[in-house]
Antibody, heavy 118, light 110 residues
Framework: QVQLQESGPGLVKPSQTLSLTCTVS??????????WSWIRQHPGKGLEWIGY???????YYNPSLKSRVTISVDTSKNQFSLKLSSVTAADTAVYYC??????????WGQGTMVTVSS | QSVLTQPPSASGTPGQRVTISCSGS????????LNWYQQLPGTAPKLLIY???QRPSGVPDRFSGSKSGTSASLAISGLQSEDEADYYC???????????FGGGTKLTVL
């Protein structure tokens, strides 16, 4: 079955760029039909959708984060990535990658905690 | 402040039926299908209900969803201790052009 796994630094300095990668196993990103998303959860808080990418490279971002977010895909590695620039302590959160379609996010990674601190 | 509104907490005793509400607007729940996610402590969210009332394979039929207008609800019947979790509703918002979530409801099984 399809599984997703996030990876990347757990600590990022303020003003720097947060970079995370999601590796997809058990299925191909290129098979189409799904949108590959990033979602975050601030400590003790609810969920916030960051954006998604289609295998073709088409992207859609949360308007509140759009100016700082870039999501890219590498179909050869079956991975997609998140870059969030100019981070502050407010970006400290657990970051999840997830597979979705028009209806819902049906498969989630286990999540990775990213702390923004000097 | 979440776009979708959920009660912060709910509770029930084993065997009881509980419902969790989710309120939105015409740009999200009113024009889109609704999903529910269950997040057990320390784990990633799991899809519980999609398209308002559909259960993915493996989700017990104790869980059911409904939607009317700009509101929706999740019902859990025959409450079990393992149902103790946070529950989130979500929908696409046409005005914001993005997915929006409720603030989550913490369900306690007494």
């Amino acid at each position: 079955q399809v599984q997703l796994q996030e990876s990347g630094p757990g600590l990022v300095k303020p003003s720097q760029t947060l970079s995370l990668t999601c590796t997809v196993s058990g299925g191909s990103i290129s098979s189409g039909g799904y949108y590959w998303s990033w979602i975050r959860q601030h400590p003790g808080k609810g969920l916030e959708w960051i954006g998604y990418i289609y295998y073709s490279g088409s992207t859609y971002y949360n308007p509140s984060l759009k100016s700082r977010v870039t999501i890219s895909v590498d179909t050869s590695k079956n991975q997609f990535s998140l870059k969030l620039s100019s981070v502050t302590a407010a970006d400290t959160a657990v970051y999840y990658c997830a597979r979705g379609d028009q209806e819902a996010f049906d498969i989630w990674g286990q999540g990775t905690m990213v702390t923004v601190s000097s | 402040q979440s776009v979708l509104t959920q009660p912060p907490s709910a509770s029930g005793t084993p065997g009881q039926r509980v419902t969790i509400s989710c309120s939105g607007s015409s740009s999200n729940i009113g024009s889109s299908t609704l999903n529910w996610y269950q997040q057990l402590p320390g784990t990633a969210p799991k899809l519980l209900i999609y398209s308002n009332n559909q259960r993915p394979s493996g989700v017990p039929d104790r869980f059911s969803g409904s939607k009317s207008g700009t509101s929706a609800s999740l019902a859990i019947s025959g409450l079990q201790s393992e149902d103790e979790a946070d529950y989130y509703c979500a929908a696409w918002d046409d005005s914001l052009n993005g997915w929006v979530f409720g603030g989550g409801t913490k369900l306690t099984v007494l």
